[in-house]
């Protein structure tokens, strides 16, 4: 799937009392790119650092989950800032032997790079930058997401075939919130 195309898709069913906000949509965009950064990271931490009470396995459909519901964030910085995700390109990573280590600072990387997008978003957002930055940590993050699911052995098609699944399932495409049996127990 083409990342612009995902970016349509993802978008559409976006919560439409935040989407006409501009200040609250960058707010639950910056929010939710550093919630999803941690998520990805406890994911990980938990099943690498055994011990200490954390006897988690790798679970790798939860952080394809998580990778999905990082890029729907990435999508929607792109959406607020007229940048098109088509020019984000996957990069080759350095090589590193071990796994482990190998996971462990992609997922370093991953957590810096959240932070850097909310810094230059938040300058775009007031005026105080042009978005050559801020498409420049975007890029950089896709770089780690793709760097992740290649270790992982997971594609970014999966990733983001998962979390259109996922938001489909929970909002229709006029972002409102799908009614099922669960939600109204």
Known sequence: M???EYKKKAIQRLNKSIAFDE???????????????????AELRKPLFKGNF???????????????DLMWYIALICKNTNID??????HEGKEIENKREKLIQTVIEIGKGSGRI????RKVYGDEA??????????????????????LNLTIDEILNENIRKTSSRYNEKGEANKSEEYEK
């Open 2 to 4: 083409e990342l612009e």
């Open 23 to 41: 200040k609250e949509n960058m707010y639950y965009a910056c929010m939710g790119l550093i919630e999803e950064t941690g998520e990805i990271v």
């Open 54 to 68: 954390h006897e988690k396995t790798l679970d790798i459909e939860e952080i394809k989950s998580e990778l999905g």
């Open 85 to 90: 995700m088509n020019q984000l390109h996957e």
């Open 118 to 121: 909310v810094e230059e978003y």
């Open 130 to 151: 042009d978005k050559s930055q801020l498409i420049e940590k975007i890029e950089n993050q896709y770089l780690n997401i793709c760097e992740l699911a290649r270790n």
